[in-house]
T-cell receptor
């Protein structure tokens, strides 16, 4: 299975943009990049996913490197509610690959 | 609210016992997934069902089993419980396959004493 590497923790100030990096140097051509987050005392929550092109939704943007070996989740204006553990996950659509969560990045948002 | 419900919310039981955790997926979702989250192992995928059939298997112990019923709800059975089985158990559902986002329930906290 392709693996992802994320920083253990990051800090941000409220109302500032946050860039959460993820390295996936062994990504295969059929791997989708998914991001989930887990707020304290809750189940994980879908954030965004993409294959090759950058993606935007109401929650965040996903910037994917041209070689697809890394990606960055962008929160445009962090709020206190965005404090969570963010997981970057690869899912192989050709093999119905299940989601393998890593340790994720714990984001702290300071007021 | 994700639309996925799990019962019970909390469960305390003794070693050697057997418990059943229940999950109702979002209306219309055909896939159900089970995950275990413990402090030392993080979030681990256990098993996936799609429309009643087992689709994928992860790190699920032989003492654990699951099934998905015709009404699409799912149950996770844990038997011969050990202290190390204490964890949060999450159920998630999705419409169909790999492209679909998974919606997670609030979890069942299992404590084995």
């Amino acid at each position: 299975d392709a693996k992802t590497t994320q920083p253990n923790s990051m800090e941000s100030n409220e109302e500032e943009p946050v860039h959460l990096p993820c390295n996936h140097s062994t990504i295969s051509g059929t791997d989708y990049i998914h991001w989930y987050r887990q707020l304290p005392s809750q189940g994980p929550e879908y954030v965004i996913h993409g294959l090759t092109s950058n993606v935007n939704n109401r929650m965040a943007s996903l910037a994917i490197a041209e070689d697809r070996k890394s990606s960055t989740l962008i929160l445009h204006r962090a709020t206190l509610r965005d404090a969570a553990v963010y997981y970057c996950i690869l899912r192989d659509y050709a093999n119905n690959n299940d989601m393998r969560f890593g340790a994720g990045t714990r984001l702290t948002v300071k007021p | 609210d994700s639309g996925v419900t799990q019962t019970p919310k909390h469960l305390i039981t003794a070693t050697g016992q057997r418990v059943t955790l229940r999950c109702s997926p979002r209306s219309g979702d055909l896939s159900v997934y089970w995950y275990q989250q413990s402090l030392d192992q993080g979030l681990q995928f256990l098993i996936q069902y799609y429309n009643g059939e087992e689709r994928a298997k992860g790190n699920i112990l032989e003492r654990f089993s699951a099934q998905q019923f015709p009404d699409l709800h799912s149950e996770l059975n844990l038997s011969s419980l050990e202290l190390g089985d204490s964890a949060l158990y999450f159920c998630a559902s999705s419409a169909a396959g790999v492209f679909d986002e998974q919606y997670f329930g609030p979890g069942t906290r299992l404590t084995v004493t």
